[in-house]
């Protein structure tokens, strides 16, 4: 046969290019530690595709092109410094990407309430980033956490959005897969003439912390059922409510509904129900579980007959929620209740306050020693100083990925559990792996609002303490002086109703413009 009877190779068709960025963490304007570039552990080039097994799903589908995510423990706002090492590397490697041709898609994986040094969008500011080097062309698919922030700005860079449905936050991985198959539904399956979904957007002049607004219980959770209903409705792609992030002095913390598809009637129809539904159900929303002051929760936790174990969230340094974890002020109460001061007295867990030459100095001396020690308040000091105890080494745990190092110590009857880093205690196994026994405690107190669900299913008893810090669950009395006003429940009497139909947000090669 000759060559030219050799059937030409056919080309494999071309799978669309689907970069992943992001940067997340949450971030209270009023706790005065400030977050590093290292506090992001961020995964690089196609080890951000490896950390996400649901992507396996659209490998054939898509070529997908991992650059750079991070995801931060809350905290306070983020230095400059490091948000511009760690944009710029996303920049650098998306620039690399582009070398090898156009993206077709981009997955921006965020939380929506990053806080940075002289910023009051940085979402907006990351994505206006990446835009300037993948191009207008590139559709782009977000997922956030409900507790973030979606501006006019943000809406108008974004192609498609999505956040959680539940708080506390158990659909995580389902809320960044929905992004995803959106994001490759739009790539691969639209209509000849069908460019950009539909933005419908709007703002709703309401914020509220995330423990009156748990979707455990109404009227979140009948506000929250309503999305799915929304979004299966005809020409709808996705439907989303974000509380908003209640811990930051800035000018877009408040409620938002999006909806995109590609019925316009449809998708303000669903944005503007979802919208009226928040508004109308303000004044019902209350705290998920009893509140009251500190002491008045440690009463009800020794009361006689109280069930056990008894759980009390030290909600006002809640390192998840943003709070510097660095505070004292709980422990140092604990410390001082005369129920705890015989070490056979009603067993009591506190986690946890940092303090690394604490914890150097019990690690020194090894389980079983008694030494004296100083911990907290490094940086976080508004409400109580450093705490100094003397008690026995219980146990020392090395490796901790936001720890470092753990030590427990008994002081009386309680356990004070000290760290070199602070950390979120939210599993069993962060108790059980210090040989802790939270279910046959007494009195268990975290620093935490909600009580996640491994917590939960444990506690028998749960009381909300109002203590004082970053993620002060009053939040009339932390001090917000920038946000939009009227804003509930800042303001109760508004001059008039708020305005709450549809904003249609125009396509990001399009000017903002003026919504109206």
């Not at 399956?189 to 109404?218: C, F, H, M, N």
């Not at 306050?353 to 020693?369: F, H, I």
Request: glycine residues 8%; contains cysteine.
């Amino acid at each position: 046969m000759s060559d030219s009877a050799v059937p030409a190779a056919v080309a494999a068709p071309r799978r669309p290019v689907v970069a992943i960025a992001g940067l997340a963490i949450e971030t209270s304007t009023f706790t005065p530690t400030r977050t590093d570039a290292a506090a992001f552990h961020p995964v690089r080039g196609q080890d951000v595709v490896a950390r996400s097994p649901f992507l396996a799903a659209y490998a054939d589908v898509v070529d997908l092109r991992g650059t750079l995510t991070g995801h931060a423990l809350p905290g306070g706002v983020v230095l400059r410094s490091a948000y511009e090492a760690l944009a710029g590397e996303i920049v650098d490697r998306l620039t690399s990407v582009v070398a090898d041709g156009p993206v077709d898609g981009l997955w921006f994986d965020v939380h929506g309430a990053m806080v940075v040094e002289g910023l009051d969008d940085a979402e907006t500011d990351l994505l206006g980033r990446i835009r300037a080097v993948v191009g207008p062309d590139t559709i782009v698919s977000a997922s956030m956490d409900l507790h973030g922030n979606v501006t006019a700005e943000l809406a108008h860079q974004l192609d498609l959005v999505t956040c959680y449905r539940t708080a506390p936050h158990e659909d995580v991985l389902e809320t960044q897969e929905r992004a995803v198959r959106n994001l490759v539904d739009v790539l691969t399956t639209r209509a000849p003439g069908q460019r950009r979904p539909v933005k419908a957007w709007v703002p709703i002049p309401v914020l509220l912390a995330g423990e009156q607004t748990s979707t455990r219980v109404d009227p979140a959770a009948a506000l929250y059922a309503q999305v799915p209903e929304v979004e299966a409705s005809e020409g709808v792609l996705d439907a989303a409510v974000w509380v908003g992030y209640a811990w930051a002095d800035q000018p877009r913390d408040r409620a938002v509904t999006v909806v995109t598809g590609w019925d316009r009637d449809a998708v303000v129809a669903g944005a503007e129900r979802l919208a009226r539904a928040f508004w109308d159900a303000r004044e019902d929303f209350g705290f998920v579980a009893p509140t009251g002051t500190f002491a008045a929760c440690l009463d009800a936790a020794l009361a006689p007959g109280a069930p056990r174990p008894y759980f009390v969230s030290d909600s006002g340094d809640n390192p998840t929620a943003g709070g510097s974890g660095d505070m004292t002020w709980g422990l140092t109460e604990v410390l001082a209740h005369p129920a705890f001061r015989d070490p056979d007295g009603p067993v009591l867990v506190y986690a946890s306050v940092p303090g690394p030459a604490a914890v150097d100095t019990a690690v020194a001396a090894g389980v079983g020693a008694t030494v004296t020690v100083t911990a907290g308040a490094a940086v976080d000091d508004e409400h109580a100083g450093p705490v100094t105890m003397t008690g026995r080494v219980h146990a020392v745990r090395h490796g901790d990925r936001d720890a470092d190092t753990e030590v427990v110590l008994q002081v009386g009857s309680v356990y004070a559990v000290l760290t070199r880093l602070r950390k979120p205690y939210h599993h069993e196994h962060d108790f059980t792996d210090l040989d802790l026994s939270p279910r046959d405690a007494d009195v268990v107190v975290v620093k935490i609002g909600y009580l996640e669900p491994e917590l939960f299913d444990m506690a028998a008893g749960w009381m909300l303490a109002l203590t004082p810090g970053g993620v002060d669950q009053d939040l009339v009395r932390l001090g917000h002086h920038r946000v939009e006003r009227p804003l509930f429940p800042f303001d109760r009497d508004f001059p008039s109703p708020p305005d709450l139909h549809a904003r249609i947000v125009p396509p990001s090669d399009e000017p903002l413009g003026t919504l109206a």
